[in-house]
């Protein structure tokens, strides 16, 4: 039997008083796509950065087809595109510098780039629509194009793992369409990806499946079950037919 993509055994995480993931648990097939979805404050990020081991946990434990945290950012089997990038937007780099680091992993301690990572690079660039931007300094871009810049970078690691934190945020809806393609096409590459998101009505075309959180795993399965009219008014206070199919 294969390992699961992405297997959280009973993740309990504090923050000082503050309790942010209690007990939560959650597997994941490979080339799957799963909608994380909760209020602000749910523990969303927090559990992106337990998985990775960025953050203690108190209890519980992540696997990742079959490897810990640690050696599973080694190995390059995970990559995360955070909510917000900690970057001197200032400092000179170009969009196409940013994307090749997604391959600093596979290019040993000389970080000489080869073939086969010039080519991942380009064809990172081309699926996010970015390829004419791959010389712009990347302090002189939009938000949304910085955004895709991290996701390109994500694409060029290749690893079978993504953990995408509101990739959408920002975004105009046009670019928001290309990503959803691009994740798509991803998946039926064979990569699984967790992807947290507000856009609850695209969350159907998005994932095949979906995580409610609220510091607990409140549920999981298709999207339109994990998103009941009840839940969606007792947790977000929206109605029912916010989402859904076309419904944007
Ligand atoms: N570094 C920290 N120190 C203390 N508390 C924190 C820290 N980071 C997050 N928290 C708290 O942990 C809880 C979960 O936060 P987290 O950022 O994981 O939520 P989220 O679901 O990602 O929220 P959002 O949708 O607003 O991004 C919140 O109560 C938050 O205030």
């Not at 938000?143 to 996701?151: E, P, Y």
């Not at 290749?158 to 369409?177: I, K, T």
Request: net charge positive; with cysteine; proline share 5%.
């Amino acid at each position: 039997m294969t390992a699961p993509a992405l297997q959280v055994s009973d993740l309990t995480v504090r923050y000082g008083e503050v309790l942010a993931l209690d007990s939560v648990s959650l597997a994941l097939d490979p080339a799957r796509i799963c909608g994380l979805v909760g209020t602000n404050g749910s523990g969303k990020t927090t559990l992106f950065k337990a998985i990775l081991g960025l953050v203690a946990a108190e209890d519980g434990q992540v696997r990742m087809h079959g490897h810990r945290p640690r050696a599973a950012r080694a190995k390059g089997v995970v990559s995360y595109v955070p909510q917000t990038e900690q970057v001197d937007w200032q400092f000179p780099v170009r969009v196409i510098d940013v994307v090749l680091m997604g391959r600093y992993g596979r290019m040993g301690p000389t970080r000489r780039p080869r073939r086969a990572d010039h080519d991942a690079v380009a064809a990172a660039l081309e699926r996010t629509g970015l390829t004419h931007l791959a010389h712009r300094q990347i302090g002189a871009l939009s938000g949304g194009q910085r955004k895709r810049v991290f996701i390109a970078r994500a694409i060029a690691q290749d690893a079978s793992l993504l953990l995408l934190d509101e990739p959408f945020s920002g975004v105009d809806r046009r670019a928001q369409a290309d990503i959803v393609d691009v994740l798509h096409a991803m998946r039926h590459e064979g990569h699984t990806l967790l992807v947290s998101t507000h856009d609850l009505a695209g969350l159907a075309r998005l994932c095949d499946e979906a995580v409610l959180l609220q510091r607990r795993v409140v549920a999981h399965g298709p999207p339109e079950q994990v998103l009941t009219p009840h839940r969606l008014a007792e947790a977000f206070g929206v109605p029912a037919h916010t989402v859904g199919e076309g419904a944007q």
